[in-house]
């Protein structure tokens, strides 16, 4: 233990996190200890395919939400974020999807930009499971989870701005968590340059001659058009941010709302006076949240 002491301390400050598999190794046994389940669940092979899909980033974010505690991740997809949140010391992960298929062995490889990105690992979520005993995938909306369950966190990455009836989801929070309990999310701005999810999303992708890119680019997005794709249309609920708070105040109290500013690669040099001038209902700052992470707490009187 000693010797893992400077590790973790540096761990601690370093404003990166653990990679290689020494790194893995040590933080995992850091942030679960060395108890039975620990070295029972410790699988340096899946932890490592979860470091290279980079699965990890996001739960380092949130690790001082998630350590100690039992974390259901809504809309966890073919996904690998369980790994990273009992490496961050989560005490058990539950990740509810509709899309996850238990028996299908192809994870989505995050480095990889939406299409072909689906990779198999030799695991599927049905095996991890059995591998890392404090790992589930549940296949199913929130509606269908038991009475009984209860978690200490919800985590939801990249999800709230695809929950095409946000309020109905919401509606089961109070009863998934525990008195007190934690909803964290990251939630990514629609009305940010690249908020429409279609082409470009960053400065790297833009293709002048492409006149598809023309119906988005540069806020065009902003501007209500019937014959958009379905990704936008059906698969995006466009809620502005000052409605995704009421959702959130409706149960909750909002401990923490950090927005993050678009970056240059991220379109945010590309607002000009005329854009914002088009489109009075919109502050600058709306325009240029390219998402805001969220920390709440359960109401007590919401608390069922
Ligand atoms: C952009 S993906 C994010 C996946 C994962 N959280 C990640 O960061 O890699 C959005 C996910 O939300 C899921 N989703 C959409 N509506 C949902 C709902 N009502 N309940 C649970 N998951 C939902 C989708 O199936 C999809 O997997």
């Known amino acids: 233990m000693p010797r893992l002491l400077p590790i973790y301390i540096r761990w601690l400050w370093k404003p990166g996190f653990p990679e290689t598999e020494d790194e893995l190794r040590q933080v995992w046994f850091m942030n679960q200890g060395l108890s039975p ?13 979860a470091a290279d899909f980079k699965y990890l980033k996001w739960p380092y974010k949130v690790r001082r939400h998630v350590k100690g505690r039992h974390v259901v991740d809504l809309g966890c997809g073919r996904g690998l974020h369980g790994l990273g949140y009992l490496l961050m010391g989560a005490r058990s992960y539950t990740g509810l999807d509709p899309i996850v298929d238990l028996d299908l062995d192809a994870f989505k490889d995050t480095r990889i930009a939406r ?3 689906m990779k198999p690992i030799g695991w599927t979520p049905r095996k991890i499971s059995e591998r890392v005993k404090r790992l589930k995938y549940l296949k199913g909306e929130i509606a ?20 095409m009836e946000i309020e109905a989801v919401f509606e089961h929070f109070p009863r998934i968590l525990k008195p007190g309990g934690k909803l964290v999310f990251r939630h990514p701005n629609y009305y940010s340059w690249g908020g429409h999810h279609m082409l470009p999303r960053f400065l790297r992708d833009i293709r002048p001659e492409d006149p598809e890119q023309r119906r988005y680019m540069d806020w065009a997005h902003l ?15 466009r809620i502005r941010l000052h409605e995704l708070r009421k959702v959130v105040e409706k149960d909750f109290v909002i401990e923490e709302w950090n927005p993050a500013v678009s970056s240059e690669e991220e379109g945010g040099g ?8 088009r489109h ?22 919401a608390s069922r």
């Open 270 to 277: 590309r607002l000009t006076p005329e854009i914002l001038a």
């Open 115 to 117: 299409v072909n990105n």
């Open 144 to 163: 269908e989870l038991p009475e009984t369950a209860k978690w200490d966190v919800l985590v939801m990455h990249q999800v709230t701005e695809h929950l």
């Open 223 to 237: 501007v209500y058009d019937p014959n958009w794709p379905d990704t936008i249309l059906k698969e995006q609920n």
């Open 280 to 301: 009075p209902e919109f502050t600058r700052e709306e325009l240029l949240t390219q998402s805001v992470i969220v920390v709440a707490r359960l109401k007590e009187a």
């Open 37 to 49: 389940s620990s070295f029972a669940d410790y699988c340096p092979e899946l932890l490592k395919t």
